[in-house]
Protein backbone atom coordinates (compact mmCIF):
# COMPACT_ATOMS: atom_id res chain seq x y z
CA UNK A 1 0.00 0.00 0.00
CA UNK A 2 0.98 3.50 -0.88
CA UNK A 3 -0.09 6.74 0.37
CA UNK A 4 0.72 10.25 -1.72
CA UNK A 5 1.87 12.72 0.46
CA UNK A 6 1.40 16.61 -1.50
CA UNK A 7 3.50 19.76 -0.69
CA UNK A 8 4.14 22.63 -2.10
CA UNK A 9 7.12 24.33 -3.76
CA UNK A 10 8.49 27.66 -3.61
CA UNK A 11 7.07 28.11 -6.93
CA UNK A 12 3.47 27.42 -6.05
CA UNK A 13 3.63 24.24 -7.93
CA UNK A 14 2.04 20.72 -5.88
CA UNK A 15 4.38 17.97 -5.48
CA UNK A 16 3.27 14.54 -5.20
CA UNK A 17 5.13 11.81 -3.47
CA UNK A 18 4.36 8.10 -3.14
CA UNK A 19 5.06 6.87 0.40
CA UNK A 20 4.90 3.18 0.74
CA UNK A 21 3.47 1.50 3.86
CA UNK A 22 4.93 -1.99 5.41
CA UNK A 23 2.85 -4.55 6.77
CA UNK A 24 3.13 -5.10 11.06
CA UNK A 25 6.17 -7.14 10.74
CA UNK A 26 8.17 -5.47 7.80
CA UNK A 27 10.48 -2.20 7.42
CA UNK A 28 10.50 0.04 4.66
CA UNK A 29 13.90 0.04 3.17
CA UNK A 30 14.17 4.32 1.94
CA UNK A 31 17.24 3.26 -0.72
CA UNK A 32 14.92 0.62 -2.71
CA UNK A 33 11.38 1.53 -1.67
CA UNK A 34 11.02 -2.08 -0.72
CA UNK A 35 9.68 -3.63 2.60
CA UNK A 36 12.04 -5.92 4.20
CA UNK A 37 11.68 -8.01 6.79
CA UNK A 38 12.07 -6.92 10.41
CA UNK A 39 14.02 -10.16 11.38
CA UNK A 40 16.41 -10.31 7.95
CA UNK A 41 19.61 -9.18 8.30
CA UNK A 42 18.79 -5.65 6.21
CA UNK A 43 15.77 -5.07 8.73
CA UNK A 44 18.04 -5.75 11.71
CA UNK A 45 20.32 -2.94 10.91
CA UNK A 46 17.69 -0.59 9.47
CA UNK A 47 16.35 -0.66 12.84
CA UNK A 48 19.26 -0.34 14.66
CA UNK A 49 19.98 3.02 13.18
CA UNK A 50 16.83 4.24 14.56
CA UNK A 51 18.28 3.87 18.13
CA UNK A 52 19.74 6.58 20.31
CA UNK A 53 22.19 4.52 23.12
CA UNK A 54 21.08 4.62 26.46
CA UNK A 55 24.47 5.14 27.90
CA UNK A 56 23.98 8.88 27.02
CA UNK A 57 23.53 10.46 30.04
CA UNK A 58 21.20 13.85 30.47
CA UNK A 59 22.47 15.69 33.92
CA UNK A 60 23.99 16.47 36.25
CA UNK A 61 26.73 17.89 34.71
CA UNK A 62 29.26 15.78 36.85
CA UNK A 63 27.66 12.94 35.07
CA UNK A 64 28.14 13.65 31.59
CA UNK A 65 31.66 14.49 32.69
CA UNK A 66 31.65 10.68 33.55
CA UNK A 67 30.64 9.58 30.20
CA UNK A 68 32.01 6.02 28.73
CA UNK A 69 34.09 5.45 26.62
CA UNK A 70 32.64 3.16 23.60
CA UNK A 71 35.57 3.40 21.07
CA UNK A 72 34.05 0.32 19.57
CA UNK A 73 31.10 2.47 17.99
CA UNK A 74 34.11 4.23 15.71
CA UNK A 75 33.94 0.80 13.95
CA UNK A 76 30.61 1.15 12.75
CA UNK A 77 30.39 4.03 10.75
CA UNK A 78 32.75 4.63 7.65
CA UNK A 79 33.96 8.16 7.45
CA UNK A 80 33.65 9.61 4.02
CA UNK A 81 33.80 12.73 2.62
CA UNK A 82 34.65 16.02 4.82
CA UNK A 83 32.43 18.55 5.22
CA UNK A 84 33.81 21.02 7.03
CA UNK A 85 36.51 21.74 9.89
CA UNK A 86 37.15 23.82 12.85
CA UNK A 87 39.21 24.46 15.87
CA UNK A 88 37.10 22.13 17.88
CA UNK A 89 36.91 19.24 14.73
CA UNK A 90 35.39 18.40 11.71
CA UNK A 91 31.92 16.98 10.20
CA UNK A 92 31.96 14.24 7.91
CA UNK A 93 29.50 12.50 5.46
CA UNK A 94 29.07 8.63 6.78
CA UNK A 95 27.89 5.20 5.88
CA UNK A 96 27.07 2.37 8.30
CA UNK A 97 29.93 -0.52 8.28
CA UNK A 98 27.20 -2.84 7.93
CA UNK A 99 27.47 -4.41 4.68
CA UNK A 100 23.96 -4.42 4.21
CA UNK A 101 23.39 -0.63 4.71
CA UNK A 102 26.80 0.39 3.56
CA UNK A 103 25.55 2.08 0.32
CA UNK A 104 23.47 4.10 2.95
CA UNK A 105 25.47 7.74 3.26
CA UNK A 106 22.57 10.26 4.14
CA UNK A 107 24.01 10.51 7.49
CA UNK A 108 26.70 13.18 9.06
CA UNK A 109 29.43 12.24 11.72
CA UNK A 110 29.98 15.85 13.48
CA UNK A 111 33.34 14.96 15.68
CA UNK A 112 34.71 17.24 18.26
CA UNK A 113 36.74 17.83 21.03
CA UNK A 114 35.08 16.95 24.56
CA UNK A 115 34.30 20.27 25.89
CA UNK A 116 31.41 23.18 27.00
CA UNK A 117 30.04 23.22 23.89
CA UNK A 118 29.54 19.47 23.44
CA UNK A 119 27.96 19.42 27.38
CA UNK A 120 25.68 22.08 25.65
CA UNK A 121 24.62 20.20 22.42
CA UNK A 122 24.25 16.74 24.63
CA UNK A 123 21.56 18.77 26.76
CA UNK A 124 19.50 20.26 24.04
CA UNK A 125 19.69 16.84 21.75
CA UNK A 126 18.35 15.52 24.85
CA UNK A 127 15.32 17.61 25.35
CA UNK A 128 14.46 17.40 21.71
CA UNK A 129 15.10 13.57 22.12
CA UNK A 130 14.32 13.29 18.22
CA UNK A 131 10.86 14.56 18.67
CA UNK A 132 11.08 18.36 17.34
CA UNK A 133 10.92 18.39 13.12
CA UNK A 134 12.94 21.29 12.66
CA UNK A 135 16.22 19.52 14.06
CA UNK A 136 18.21 17.01 12.58
CA UNK A 137 17.61 13.12 13.50
CA UNK A 138 20.29 11.34 15.67
CA UNK A 139 21.02 8.55 15.82
CA UNK A 140 24.24 7.59 17.71
CA UNK A 141 26.14 9.56 20.39
CA UNK A 142 29.35 8.32 21.78
CA UNK A 143 32.42 9.09 23.25
CA UNK A 144 36.52 7.91 22.63
CA UNK A 145 38.91 9.36 24.39
CA UNK A 146 39.25 13.06 24.48
CA UNK A 147 36.50 13.41 21.17
CA UNK A 148 32.81 12.77 20.74
CA UNK A 149 31.22 11.52 18.04
CA UNK A 150 27.03 12.20 16.76
CA UNK A 151 25.38 11.00 13.75
CA UNK A 152 22.85 12.49 12.32
CA UNK A 153 20.75 12.98 9.56
CA UNK A 154 22.18 14.56 6.29
CA UNK A 155 20.53 17.54 5.64
CA UNK A 156 21.46 19.95 2.76
CA UNK A 157 21.79 23.97 2.24
CA UNK A 158 18.88 26.32 2.82
CA UNK A 159 17.99 27.82 -0.47
CA UNK A 160 15.40 29.53 0.54
CA UNK A 161 15.57 33.64 0.38
CA UNK A 162 16.57 35.75 3.09
CA UNK A 163 13.13 37.09 3.43
CA UNK A 164 11.35 34.12 3.68
CA UNK A 165 13.71 31.98 5.96
CA UNK A 166 13.74 35.68 8.00
CA UNK A 167 9.66 34.97 8.45
CA UNK A 168 10.26 31.53 9.07
CA UNK A 169 12.36 31.46 12.00
CA UNK A 170 10.41 33.39 13.97
CA UNK A 171 7.92 30.96 14.91
CA UNK A 172 10.10 27.95 14.45
CA UNK A 173 12.21 29.79 17.25
CA UNK A 174 9.25 30.22 19.01
CA UNK A 175 8.20 26.46 19.25
CA UNK A 176 12.33 26.06 20.69
CA UNK A 177 11.83 28.61 23.19
CA UNK A 178 8.67 26.31 24.64
CA UNK A 179 10.79 23.77 25.08
CA UNK A 180 13.42 25.76 27.41
CA UNK A 181 15.88 25.82 24.76
CA UNK A 182 17.43 29.61 23.12
CA UNK A 183 19.39 29.08 20.17
CA UNK A 184 21.51 32.18 19.45
CA UNK A 185 23.98 30.68 17.21
CA UNK A 186 21.99 31.85 13.92
CA UNK A 187 24.29 31.95 10.91
CA UNK A 188 24.17 30.06 7.19
CA UNK A 189 25.94 27.38 8.05
CA UNK A 190 23.70 26.16 10.65
CA UNK A 191 20.07 27.42 9.10
CA UNK A 192 19.89 23.77 6.64
CA UNK A 193 16.82 22.48 5.22
CA UNK A 194 16.02 18.97 4.92
CA UNK A 195 15.98 17.57 1.44
CA UNK A 196 12.88 15.01 1.49
CA UNK A 197 10.42 17.92 2.45
CA UNK A 198 11.73 21.16 2.22
CA UNK A 199 11.72 21.89 6.34
CA UNK A 200 14.04 24.71 7.63
CA UNK A 201 16.39 22.67 10.29
CA UNK A 202 18.54 23.89 12.69
CA UNK A 203 22.01 22.23 13.44
CA UNK A 204 24.82 22.35 15.92
CA UNK A 205 23.59 23.07 19.50
CA UNK A 206 26.73 23.96 21.04
CA UNK A 207 25.45 27.76 21.74
CA UNK A 208 21.89 26.05 22.79
CA UNK A 209 21.12 27.51 26.72
CA UNK A 210 18.20 25.53 28.94
CA UNK A 211 16.08 27.42 31.22
CA UNK A 212 14.42 25.11 33.45
CA UNK A 213 11.66 27.83 33.51
CA UNK A 214 11.04 30.82 31.81
CA UNK A 215 11.98 32.97 34.91
CA UNK A 216 15.32 30.97 35.39
CA UNK A 217 18.62 32.66 34.76
CA UNK A 218 22.07 31.49 33.62
CA UNK A 219 25.62 32.68 34.88
CA UNK A 220 29.28 32.62 33.56
CA UNK A 221 29.64 29.48 35.72
CA UNK A 222 26.94 28.09 34.29
CA UNK A 223 27.34 28.89 30.65
CA UNK A 224 30.20 30.36 28.44
CA UNK A 225 29.22 32.50 26.03
CA UNK A 226 29.34 36.16 24.95
CA UNK A 227 26.33 37.53 27.19
CA UNK A 228 27.42 35.48 30.08
CA UNK A 229 30.84 36.65 29.69
CA UNK A 230 29.59 40.07 29.01
CA UNK A 231 26.98 40.44 32.13
CA UNK A 232 27.79 40.23 35.63
CA UNK A 233 24.58 38.97 37.03
CA UNK A 234 22.36 36.12 35.64
CA UNK A 235 21.04 36.69 32.16
CA UNK A 236 17.34 35.79 31.18
CA UNK A 237 15.74 33.53 28.63
CA UNK A 238 14.72 37.21 27.19
CA UNK A 239 18.14 38.48 27.70
CA UNK A 240 19.21 35.81 25.22
CA UNK A 241 16.23 35.82 22.74
CA UNK A 242 17.40 39.99 21.97
CA UNK A 243 21.02 38.20 21.05
CA UNK A 244 18.71 35.28 19.15
CA UNK A 245 16.61 37.70 16.75
CA UNK A 246 19.93 40.03 16.34
CA UNK A 247 22.12 37.21 14.92
CA UNK A 248 18.29 36.77 13.02
CA UNK A 249 18.27 40.01 11.45
CA UNK A 250 21.96 40.29 10.58
CA UNK A 251 21.89 37.20 8.63
CA UNK A 252 18.50 37.53 6.95
CA UNK A 253 17.06 40.57 7.69
CA UNK A 254 16.66 44.56 6.53
CA UNK A 255 18.92 47.26 7.70
CA UNK A 256 16.02 48.52 9.85
CA UNK A 257 15.33 44.98 11.22
CA UNK A 258 19.27 44.83 12.39
CA UNK A 259 19.35 48.48 14.12
CA UNK A 260 16.09 47.94 15.87
CA UNK A 261 17.47 44.18 17.30
CA UNK A 262 20.67 45.97 17.74
CA UNK A 263 19.57 48.49 20.01
CA UNK A 264 17.54 45.94 22.46
CA UNK A 265 20.73 43.98 22.75
CA UNK A 266 22.79 46.80 23.46
CA UNK A 267 20.19 47.76 26.16
CA UNK A 268 20.39 44.11 27.43
CA UNK A 269 24.18 44.58 27.94
CA UNK A 270 23.71 48.02 29.15
CA UNK A 271 21.43 47.38 32.01
Known amino acids: MTTNIKKTSKKGKILTKNIKQ??????????????????????????ALSKIPVTVPVEPLKHVKLMLNEC???????????????????????????????????????????????VQELKAL????????????????????????????????NTYSDKY?????KPILKQLHNRGIVYPDIHADNVMMRKSDGRI?????????????????????????YLTGTLDRGVTMNDFIAWENMNIAYEYGTDAQVLATQGKLDYVVNH
Open 22 to 47: CEQHSILNTKTNRCVSKKGPVGQAIQ
Open 126 to 157: RILNNTWIHAPKIYAIWKCKKHTYIIQEKVVK
Open 72 to 118: ENNAKWVKKKKLAEGSVGAVYITCPANKYLKADCEYVMKIQKYNDEF
Open 165 to 169: TYNAL
Open 201 to 225: ILIDYGWAVYFKTKNSVVRRKDVKN
